[in-house]
């Protein structure tokens, strides 16, 4: 019976458990998708005091510092409940959109100089996080670290990037990063000065007082942790700073221009000023001026923004040189070219003076326009102005004419010594032709006459080597033929010796004959003639063999003995 109860039990027992595995699937399971985060809530513990909203200390009842981020967890439904969130995302932005402006027009000037100028595209972010709980800051604090653990603004931020942010214990801001384009330069002012417990207001850097043409109080520059303005500029780049901690003002790097000229009618900001001679002097400037780089953060730690440096010193300075030292002309001095140019020369140079002692840099002062008025001729003295014109004009003409005269004169004199000097050319060419003549007849007989001797010299020498060349072949046939007489004669006297050592081996010449003839003999060349009784003749094939054919010849009894031998 047990054993046929055991597989419903245990079947039973895997049902149960993928069931209860099944409702703590569904129960205490805590889904969080991929762009939220799950704030914790406990409904059981200690209750949180009347002023406080968050638990700060393990067991507190109420929403929890911690966070879930995406994904699945697990928790207890009877202990914790949970709330989704968005995560909180700061834009890294996109580079493609970027607009750099090298050159600003006048709007963007005067945005820049107010602070609100942007550059057009989508910029990288940063997240500025303010702590809604934790310990009270001190009496001034503002600025504190993340790790202190008190409320307030955090002095670090968040760079582009995704973050679970709990929105019940922080709070964030979004600003865009500081992005410093080429041909700028970011002047970084601190707004607290740093302290050991996290960061606050700090008292005031004592001025101290500026000797120039103007006796002012400058706040100096401050150092690294102070409040103020700071000597290091950023380059050009991408900076994350907090901007509750630190503020960056844009100056731009180079030189720009500052025109008081005439626009229209209405809009007439020409310089005016009585001339030595009383006339009245209008004059339309134009100032090149930049800044340095090294000189930024001094700008704008002394005058505030760019707007200033014009109104306090471009301007001003323009307009007191110019009467100072446009009152020490003549009327007349304004028209006359090398007074105009002298009045812009010493314009410059007193410009440039001034802004060596307010860190500028003065490249040019143009002078533009000019305009004389007579003072007592008629609303605007135009014709006292234009006789005067008129007569510098004249006396001017006279000048030049007397000039043009005096040129003239001149270059007809340098003219006929003009072709006094061809003249005298003409003849040195026909000199130097004739010259060159007679030197290239003498060069050429002199020539012929070295090949005449070279000749001769050579085919003295060559009959000098055909001389020694028949010499050489007489001596050389000469000693050829004794060579040729001597070889032969010592062939023979060999021949002569080599017989008389023969004979002399053989004892006898009779005997050596006997030797030849036996050595040359050769019996099939031998025929026997037979001419009759007591005759025998022999055919001899060698003549020189005749000696020797009487000693062959038999006797009479040898004849018969080899006659009886015979066969029938």
């Known amino acids: 019976m047990i054993r046929r109860l055991l597989p419903v039990m245990i079947g039973l027992l895997l049902v149960a458990g993928a069931a ?45 510092e911690e966070v879930l981020g995406p994904g699945r967890h697990w928790r207890n439904p009877y202990t914790w409940e949970y709330k989704l969130e968005k995560l909180t995302e700061i834009p890294s932005g996109n580079p493609s959109t970027w607009e750099w402006t090298h050159s600003l027009s006048d709007a963007q000037r005067d945005e820049l100089r107010t602070g609100t100028f942007r550059f057009k595209g989508e910029f ?24 202190s653990g008190v409320k307030g603004i955090l002095r670090e931020v968040l760079t582009p990037g995704t973050y679970k942010i709990n929105p019940y214990v922080y709070n964030v801001e979004r600003y865009p ?33 500026r000797g120039g043409e103007e006796s002012d109080t400058v706040r100096p520059l401050a150092g690294p942790g102070e409040r103020g303005t700071l000597a290091d500029v950023l380059q050009p780049g991408v900076y994350f700073i907090n901007p509750k901690l630190q503020k960056v003002t844009l100056v731009e790097i180079g030189f720009n221009e500052y025109s008081q000229i005439k626009i229209s009618d209405s809009e007439n900001y020409r310089i005016s000023f009585p001339s030595d001679t009383g006339y009245l002097i ?34 001003p300075q323009l307009r007191s040189i110019c009467r100072n030292i446009g009152s020490t002309y003549a009327a007349r001095d304004f028209i006359h070219g090398e007074k105009r140019e002298k009045f812009q020369q010493d314009l410059t140079a007193e410009l440039q003076r001034i802004g060596v002692t307010k860190n500028l840099e003065v490249l040019i002062a143009l002078v533009r326009e000019i305009e004389v008025h ?58 130097i032709k004739a010259d060159t003549r007679v030197m290239v007849a003498n060069v050429m007989a002199e020539g012929e006459k070295k090949a005449a001797e070279i000749d001769a010299q050579a085919a003295l020498d060559v009959a000098g080597i055909q001389e020694e060349v028949a010499k050489l072949d007489a001596a050389r046939i000469e000693i050829l033929g004794k060579a040729n007489a001597d070889v032969e ?74 006659a009886s031998r015979r066969p029938n």
């Open 20 to 64: 209860m595995g099944m409702g703590a699937w569904i129960t205490f399971r805590v889904y969080v998708p991929e762009d939220h985060c799950a704030v914790l809530i406990r409904k059981t513990g200690d209750r949180l005091p009347e002023d406080q909203l968050v638990a700060t200390k393990p067991g507190q009842r109420g929403i929890q």
């Open 124 to 147: 990288p972010q940063i997240g500025v996080v303010t702590r809604k709980i934790g310990k009270d800051p001190k009496p001034g604090q503002v600025i504190v670290s993340r790790a």
């Open 177 to 209: 990063a500081n992005v410093i384009p080429a041909g700028f330069v970011g002047v970084v002012t601190n707004l607290f000065a740093e302290t050991t417990d996290g960061g606050g207001a700090s008292p005031d850097v004592p001025s101290v007082e």
């Open 282 to 315: 209008r004059v339309g400037v134009t100032v090149v001026w930049g800044i340095h780089p090294k000189h930024a953060a001094e700008i704008i730690n002394e005058f505030g923004n760019v707007d200033r440096v014009l109104d306090k010193v471009i301007g």
């Open 374 to 431: 007579a003072p007592l001729a008629g609303p605007d003295g135009s014709e006292v102005t234009e006789d005067l014109k008129r007569t510098i004009q004249e006396s001017y003409i006279a000048i030049e004419k007397q000039i043009t005269k005096d040129k003239q004169r001149e270059a007809a004199t340098v003219r006929a010594q003009l072709e006094e000097e061809q003249k005298k050319v003409e003849i040195a060419q026909e000199t």
């Open 489 to 562: 004669r010592m062939k023979k006297e060999a021949e002569a010796e080599g017989y008389r050592l023969l004979v002399n081996a053989f004892g006898s010449g009779q005997a050596y004959n006997l030797y030849t003839f036996a050595e040359n003999f050769s019996p099939e060349s031998i025929r026997l003639i037979f001419a009759g009784e007591g005759t025998l003749w022999t055919d001899l094939s060698r003549f020189e063999e005749l000696g020797a054919a009487k000693l062959l010849r038999p006797t009479a009894e040898e004849t018969r003995t080899t």
